[in-house]
């Protein structure tokens, strides 16, 4: 499916830094997502490779997979997990405990970023997530990872006087 508008307007990032054109599948039960990224000479950080095409070829950069891991975390929080950025929910990567690139990301195929919900616990409030990344081109496997996650609600000091059960006093 072609990414939704709520989806892109909810993320913390600009569309343009989300890099994926389409959500492939979105699985409740097995709490995985899968979406597609286009890969071209453009991309942030790959448009500035000094190629060489024996010694450093033109490739889809580590760090932009790494960004990557956290869109498609992203879009896990979102479609499986139901959380909002809107409604104060904000995610952020903790660990990266297995992180293998198997093979140079090439441009022009595009990758299909896939994450799949290992574990998802409620710790105070917290969600903490753990997760397996696997990037595949034509069926390669590009990065492959265990990352983990946690995700927060932020509610501004104006938000929790709303909520509270008793009147805050002005100046507190």
């Not at 892109?8 to 600009?14: Q, S």
């Not at 917290?126 to 590009?142: E, L, P, S």
Request: glycine residues 10%; aromatic residues 6%.
């Amino acid at each position: 499916m072609v990414l939704d508008p709520a989806f892109l307007a909810d993320c913390p990032y600009a569309p343009e830094a989300v890099l994926l054109d389409e959500i492939l599948e979105i699985d409740h039960a097995a709490s995985r997502v899968r979406a597609r990224m286009p890969t071209n000479a453009e991309l942030p950080l790959t448009r500035d490779q000094r190629a060489h095409p024996e010694r450093h070829p033109r490739h889809v950069s580590g760090g932009l997979m790494i960004h990557m891991t956290g869109i498609i975390g992203f879009a896990h929080a979102y479609y499986i997990l139901g959380l909002r950025h809107a409604d104060g929910w904000i995610g952020y990567g903790t660990h990266i405990h297995e992180g293998r690139f198997k093979k140079m990301g090439a441009i022009g195929t595009p990758l299909v970023v896939e994450t799949t919900a290992t574990s998802v616990r409620k710790i105070r409030g917290a969600i903490v997530g753990r997760y397996a990344m696997r990037f595949t081109q034509d069926d390669n496997v590009v990065y492959e990872g265990e990352h983990s996650s946690i995700f927060t609600r932020v509610i501004s000091e104006a938000g929790a006087r709303g909520r509270s059960q008793e009147p805050v006093a002005r100046g507190q």
